[in-house]
């Protein structure tokens, strides 16, 4: 009784440190690697080097959103798996980039790093989305927001241009923090878009739909639990050779940081819109 016990308890630690830090403090490596997004991004717009089509590479900085009514301004990067969306919101890659004539997507995190796209269900009919590209600035007026039941919009016209935001949403005691389907805000283009260069990737893999993990989050996962479990076994053995205040001292820090590596690999295998 006494392990089962100091194991449920040991259990229940680490599920509360785990929901600590999808909920709280993923959002400080979020808001750090957005300011380190939004530098990269302004030097590439001043250069005229952010790319506008064809083959982009995942995590790259390809445009800013900012949205008033709900207080939302963030660097939207290229990719939508668990790995690149912990530092931001991703663009769909089989899909046009903003601004371009066809519907572009973007996903974001709802609850978890920094929970951009928290408060998106708050858009109403009417408000703008403004996004900033390598091809200028475009206005996106807000036409609904779309649940899992609701019909998905009724096809563009000839060279329009749709911008789809998709997060995750719950309902009834889980909403705002066990998100479990996907919610969208669809809104159109005031103005003419701009072509691309072609080269846009047709498919995507599975893990960069709405909605699924990163498998290969696995690997790290398996090689932070043995680190972890290095550093528990060797602070129970130094604390019966050494003394319990010097292993406090060089212990803590080490399980500390092996049981963040573990809970940020584990969060790449939660959906990717939470």
């Not at 996106?140 to 609701?150: F, K, L």
Request: with cysteine.
């Amino acid at each position: 009784m006494k392990v089962l016990s100091r194991g449920l308890i040991t259990l229940a630690v680490l599920c509360g440190w785990l929901l600590t830090y999808l909920l709280g403090a993923s959002a400080l490596r979020q808001e750090h690697d957005q300011r380190e997004l939004y530098n990269e991004l302004r030097r590439t717009l001043a250069s005229a080097e952010v790319p506008i089509g064809g083959a982009i590479d995942p995590g790259m900085p390809i445009a800013l959103i900012v949205a008033p009514a709900i207080g939302l301004s963030q660097v939207i990067v290229e990719g939508t798996d668990g790995d690149v969306m912990r530092s931001a919101p991703g663009h769909r890659r089989d899909t046009p980039l903003p601004g371009q004539p066809g519907t572009s997507v973007i996903y974001g995190h709802a609850a978890a790093y920094g929970a951009p796209f928290g408060d998106l269900t708050a858009l109403a009919p009417g408000d703008h989305l403004t996004i900033t590209t390598g091809q200028g600035e475009f206005d996106y007026e807000v036409q609904r927001v779309r649940h899992a039941a609701d019909p998905t919009p009724a096809p563009l016209q000839q060279g329009g241009s749709r911008l789809i935001l998709a997060t995750a949403e719950g309902q009834g005691w889980r909403t705002g923090w066990a998100t479990d389907r996907v919610v969208y805000v669809d809104s159109v283009l005031k103005g003419d878009p701009k072509l691309g260069p072609p080269g846009r990737p047709s498919t995507i893999d599975v893990r960069e739909r709405a909605m699924q993990a990163n498998p290969d989050a696995l690997v790290p996962l398996v090689l932070w639990l043995q680190l972890l479990g290095a550093a528990a076994f060797g602070g129970t053995w130094a604390a019966r050779r050494w003394g319990a205040l010097q292993t406090w001292i060089v212990g803590v820090p080490a399980i500390l940081a092996t049981l963040w590596g573990v809970t940020d690999a584990l969060g790449q295998l939660l959906p990717n819109l939470i």
